[in-house]
C-alpha cells in the first residue's frame, strides 16, 4: 500500500494568498455592489512594456516557421539571456559571475522551493522573521523543519531571527549555526533595505561556519538608496558561501510570463562537490528550460528601449509606494518600508492581531492587505500593504483608510 | 556546515541525453564538414499550427493593455484550459474527470520528477525496463532506489520490469508488489502500445494491492489502432489508483513553448488524505503557474482550426516513423514501435552494444539516434529513432544507414 508524504500534513493550514482569495471571494459573494480593491498579493497590474511586447510578437512568429522553429531548450538556458543578465546584473555592478553559472529558470519561486533539495534532510536553515512563506514551508515539506508549535507559530527546528522596528528590520547573526540561511533583500514582507556593510557582516558569517546563504534578489529594481546592495556578489567572498535567486516579476512585470534565474558561482563547494553540478543536475532532470518566447522577452528586458520603460514602470509603482506611505503616516499609521521596495509594513491599531485588521480592513474599506502573521510570529501585530496597484486605485484604497 | 544532499552523488554518469550532446557536439567539432541528422531526442521539428501563433500573437497583445493584462495565473491553472481538457481529453471519451483534477503545469517532464515527492521515502517503484530516465533519477535524488549495481545497472530497491520481444513490450505483472507503477504508453522508448485489456489488468492489480499508476499519456496523439486506449481512465476503476501525466510537447509541438498537465483524480485517498489535496498544495506553494499566453496557446490546440492542422502535424510525423520502419526493416533491421508512436526500437547488428552502435551510428552514417541501455539494463542491445525529424531529414537519414 502506498504511503504519503507525511510532512505535507504538518503544514498548518493552507498556503496564506491561498487562505486570502479564499476569504475575499467569499466577501465579494456577499457583497456583490463593493468595489474590492486589493493591496495584498504583490502581483503587478501595468502592462508589459512595449519593447518586450514587441520582442514576444517577434519571437511568436519565430515559432511559426520550420527554419526559425525552437524545440527544448538549452538546459541552463539560452546564452543570449545568460549573457544579457551576467552584462547587465553583475558585470556592470563590478561583480564576476559567468553565463554558466546563471540557471534560467520559469520563476524564482519554483527555484526557491527547489533549492532546498540539494542539500542534506539534516541542514538546519535560519530565517528572517517574517518572511516569505515559500522558506519555510518548502523546508517543511522536505522533513526538515522538526515539529510545529501551534501556540507559538514556530518549527523546532528552525532558526528565526527577528526583523522588527528595534534592529530596523534587518536581522542580527543568529546565536545557534544554521547550515542555509535564506535572507531577501529589499524585504518582502518589511520592504526593508540592508546596507553593503551589513549584507558583508553576512558574508563573513557564512563563510565563518560554512553555512550558504540563499539570497532572495527579488526585489533589487526597487532600490532608489545608495550603498544598498542590488546583488549579494558586490560583497567580498559571496562567490565562496551565497546563491542568488532574481527574479523578472517585479522588475518587468512578469508575474503573468514566468521568468527567473538562479545563480550559482562555481565557487560553493562541499568538500570537492560544487553546488553547481547539483543544479545543473536538477535542471537536466527535473526540468527543460523556460519557453523560448519567453527568454527572448527576457532579452527585452535588458534592451536600451526596455530600460528606459522599466524605470517608468518602477517610477509608477513607487509613487504608489509614497501615496500609502505617506498616507497612512498621516492617519497616524506607524510605517516603514517603501522606499527601497515596493512593500509597506505597518504596525496594527489598536491591538488589533494581523487577521483582526484584514477582516476590518476587508469589511469596512473593502480593502484587501496580507496579514503579517502569516509571514511568521513576529509579523503579529503587523500588516503589509503593496504598490503594484493602479494609482487609481492605490490612492482610492488609502483614503477609504482614512475615512475608517 | 552545510551539508549535501548525496543521493544525487549516487546518480550514474550524467543524464543520458546531455551525455549524447556532448558526444554529438564534440564529433562537429572535429567534423565540421559533415551534417549530423539527429533521430536521437525526441524533439519537434515543425513549426506551431497557425491557429495556436495565432491564439499567441493575441495573447501577447493582451498583455500589452492594462485592461486585459494577465499577472499570475490561478493556482490549478485557467478555467478556460482545464475546461478544454476536461471535455476534449476525457469527457469526449467517454472518461468522468472534473476540470478540476487537472492540474495545469509547465511540461510533463517537471510533474513527472515532482509527482514522487508526495509519497513517502518508503515506497517501493516499479518501472518498465526500458525506461524514460526520468522516473528512475528523481527517485534516485530522492534517496528511493537503494544502492546501484554498476556491472547490472539496476538498483537494489527498484522493480524492474522488462519489456522485450517476448512480451510484445509490454510488462508482466511484478512478484514483488511495488506502492508506485509507472507506465507510459504508446511507450518510449519502445514505442509499443498497449491494449484496453491489458491495462485493465493493471488497474484491477493497482487496486488489488493499494498501489498507484503513474501514467505518462505523452504520446496519445500517436495512437491509430482500435482498442489502445488514449487515456487510463477508459479504464474502470483507474479513479482510485491513477494519476496521468498529458504533455503537449508531442501532440502540438510544445517541446519548446512548454506546457502540460496532471491529472489527479481525487478518488486516489491514503486513509482520509486525498492525493489531489497535496498536489495542489505541492502547485500552491513551490510553483506560480503556466504563463498566460502559453495557457491560451494551449486552448487553441482543442479549437476546430487547432485539431485539423495538429491532426496534418502528426500524420507528418507518423509518415516518417513508416520510412524509418520500413526502411529499416528492408535493410535488414528486426524493429519495432512506430504505429501508435513516434518512436523505433531496433535491435543492434551484430552483437554490438547500444553505446557502440551510436559510435558506429554517427561515425558512418553521422545520424544520431539513443542507445536503449540509456533506458535500463533490458534496454541494451536495442536502439531508439524517433520521427519527429523533417521529412527530408528523415528519409536521407535512412537512405544513410541502408547505405553502411
Redesign the interface.
Known sequence: ??????N??K?PG??L??TIGKKVRSFQAEHPEKKVISLG?G??????A?AI?EE??KA??E????ET?????P?LGYEFLRTAIAENDFAARGCEIQPDEIFVS??A??DC??IQ???????RIAVCDPVY??YV??NV?AGRTGTYDEGRGIWSNVIYMPCVAENNFVPELPKETP??IYLCFPNNPTGAAITKERLQEWVDYARR????IIYDAAYEAYISEENVPHTIYECEGARECAVELRSFSKNAGF????LGATVIPKDIK?ED?T?HS?WA??H???????????QKAGEAVYSEAGKAQLKEQIAYYMKNAKVIYEGLKSAGYSVSGGVNAPYIWLETPKNMTSWEFFDYLLENANVVGTPGSGFGPSGEGHFRLTAFG?YENTAEAIDRIKGI
Open positions: 500500500m502506498f504511503k504519503i508524504n507525511t505535507y500534513q503544514l493552507s498556503y494568498f491561498s498579493i502581483d503587478v497590474t501595468q502592462p508589459l512595449p511586447i514576444l510578437h511568436v512568429d515559432m511559426a516557421a520550420a522553429f525552437k524545440g527544448y531548450a538546459d520559469d520563476g519561486k519554483c522551493g527547489n533539495e540539494l542539500f542534506d534532510r539534516d541542514n512563506p515559500v514551508d518548502s515539506m547550515d542555509l561556519v560554512g553555512a550558504v508575474t503573468g510570463v514566468r562541499a562537490i553546488l547539483l543536475r536538477r537536466g532532470t527535473k526540468y527543460n528550460g523556460a519557453p523560448y518566447i519567453v493602479s
